[in-house]
């Protein structure tokens, strides 16, 4: 009995470190910092299309989360109009033909994502060197390049220098200095 209890309390530990992110703080916070990249302006004119990710059975989330993405208003990043679409991943070729038919920006992955899917979606990031945004501290520390977790009840930055450089993201010195850096 006493090992149950033990594996709950570990479970309950785990949940509490994973707390939720509150898009509504976050993500307004996560476009701004893409502003302060130093390549911004020559990665593109026109929409910023950000491509919200998830496998096929996490449509549900997926659909949560463009419900808050539409609530919070932003509506431009750096006078560039903002338009979120929602697809479901497949595979890496499923998801570079919605890159190229939106013209993607940005890849958002909604969380809870499996590693190997995230994997292969930070792979074809780099192919088509394009920001790749999470929503928890698991996905920045393995994969994408920035992402925002929350510090208590404020987003925190987190950018991932290495997946950074990979594609050719270089953020001013004041948004490192208030970020948490992965090395």
Do not use: C, H
Request: aromatic residues 8%; glycine residues 8%.
């Amino acid at each position: 009995m006493p090992f149950r209890w033990g594996f709950l309390a570990l479970a309950l530990i785990a949940s509490a470190a994973r707390a939720d992110v509150d898009v509504k703080a976050a993500l307004p916070v996560l476009l701004k910092v893409l502003t302060y990249d130093t390549n911004f302006d020559s990665r593109g004119t026109g929409p910023f299309v950000v491509l919200v990710t998830s496998e096929p059975g996490a449509s549900a989330q997926r659909s949560a989360l463009m419900g808050t993405l539409k609530e919070i208003g932003v509506t431009e990043v750096k006078k560039r109009p903002l338009k979120f679409v929602a697809i479901d991943f497949k595979d890496e070729a499923q998801l570079q033909g919605e890159i190229d038919k939106n013209k993607a920006s940005a890849l958002l992955v909604v969380p809870g994502t499996p590693g190997p899917a995230m994997k292969s979606i930070w792979d074809v990031a780099q192919d088509n060197q394009l920001y790749a945004l999470g929503l928890d501290a698991e996905s920045v520390q393995s994969y994408f390049p920035v992402g925002v977790t929350m510090a208590g009840d404020k987003p925190q930055i987190l950018i991932n220098e290495k997946s950074s450089k990979a594609v050719g993201v270089r953020f001013e010195t004041v948004v490192l200095r208030m970020a948490k850096v992965i090395q």
